[in-house]
């Protein structure tokens, strides 16, 4: 295989850079990067006319890999075609698994069959690869099987190492939150920023841990001291981050929810969310949490079946406008139950007429019910 620095490698390379370039305005220096492209593909013509060449397969694949969960589909098909070419590459199978991975991310079962006997394989191929051994306990554990101990044995591993997007400590903290304990996946946080306290991903990475220990329904209120280190480093993350901080300003408001400054900044920060010109995709994660925030954090049932309607009539199928679909329908009834029982707690009285009177006051229709 060539290396990846000539030959068909480049033309993927050159191919961005030109359309980057033309994207930024900038025509001349876009043309002389499709004159590098034409004379790649002189020197290197394609294996037939239905065909390009393995790495620029890879290349392809690799790139659409970036740009979201709707371009997953496609680029694992551009690794299948690479590795049916190519079958020794031991990269482009563990991007192509890893791929898998990102598509079935929402599954609560993860990779089956095939997928998963791929997955094994690419394991036992690539086994310094700490990223995957991460990704790889994550589906154990989706499939029932216990991985404190493997987890626990790779953080020692993840940590002795460089920090970035592929050193696997992202997966690993939400190994640790989901399948092993939220506090120890805070702790492995912690550890991990002190070893590199200016690392801006991994306060990124430490900021999500925290926010899954605080909103846990499942473990004990958190103390306000770790509420506030939560509510600071969102920020800090936020000010590193502030052309991509949409998802951590939600995240923000999740941790606010919960501390004792009350409700009011996260209203704030949502009535500012909700004020943006956003993409459609955008609007529909918004308008999903949003309603989650205000069923669960201001038991408004009302608004919150409104806006996850208004995520729902969005036309981009995803986790989100699902999650949606199913809280605007079938779930309704379940959440009349949960308000009646919240304001009957609130307001400590108990007498049936209260309780009637509350579900009328939430919505007429659904008092026969009770």
């Known amino acids: 295989m060539r290396e990846p620095d000539e030959g068909p490698w480049l033309l993927v390379n050159y191919g961005n850079q030109a359309w980057l370039h033309h994207r930024q305005g900038e025509e001349a220096e876009s043309r002389a990067c ?15 006319e239905d065909e390009l060449h393995p790495e620029v397969y ?7 890999r970036n740009f979201g969960r709707k371009k997953q589909r496609l680029a694992a098909d551009y690794y299948q075609r690479a590795i049916k070419m190519q079958p020794d590459v031991m990269e482009w199978q563990t991007s192509y698994v890893l791929g898998l991975t990102s598509l ?40 029932g099987e216990s991985v404190k101990d493997e987890a626990r044995e ?29 506090d120890e996946g805070v702790k492995l946080a912690a550890e991990a920023l002190e070893k590199h306290p200016d690392d801006r991903y991994l306060k990124r990475c430490a900021a999500l841990g925290y926010k899954w220990r605080i909103t846990s329904s499942t473990d004990s209120r ?12 969102h920020e800090e993350v936020i000010s590193l981050y502030p052309h991509s901080s949409f998802v951590k300003r939600m995240d923000l408001a999740s941790v606010y ?38 069923n669960y954090e201001r038991w408004d049932w009302q608004r919150s079946i409104k806006y996850h309607m208004k995520a729902a009539e969005i ?27 919240r304001n009957r707690r609130v307001s400590g009285q108990t007498g049936r007429a209260t309780v009637f009177q509350t579900a009328m006051d939430i919505n007429p229709q659904e008092a026969i019910h009770i």
């Open 34 to 48: 499709l004159s590098k492209v034409e004379a790649l593909m002189e020197e290197y013509p394609s294996p037939s």
């Open 58 to 64: 890879a290349e392809k694949a690799w790139t659409l």
């Open 104 to 143: 079935f991310k929402h599954s609560d079962t993860g990779l089956e069959g095939d997928d998963w006997e791929k997955m094994r394989q690419a394991k036992e191929q690539d086994p310094e690869n700490l990223y995957l051994a991460a990704r790889y306990l994550q589906q154990l554990a989706k499939k």
């Open 154 to 182: 790779l953080a020692t591993r993840v940590l002795r190492n460089p920090v970035g997007s592929y050193s696997g400590i992202k997966p690993l903290i939400r190994v640790y939150s989901f399948y092993v304990s939220t």
């Open 222 to 233: 958190p103390e306000q001291s770790m509420i506030q280190r939560a509510i600071l480093l």
């Open 257 to 294: 929810a919960k501390s004792n400054q009350g409700l009011a900044e996260s209203d704030q920060i949502y009535r500012e969310l909700l004020a943006r010109d956003l993409e459609p995709a955008e609007t529909q994660v918004l308008f999903n949490n949003y309603a989650k925030y205000l």
């Open 315 to 341: 036309p981009i199928d995803s986790f989100f406008r699902q999650s949606s679909i199913k809280n605007s329908g079938e779930d309704s009834r379940q959440k009349t139950g949960q308000n009646v029982q």
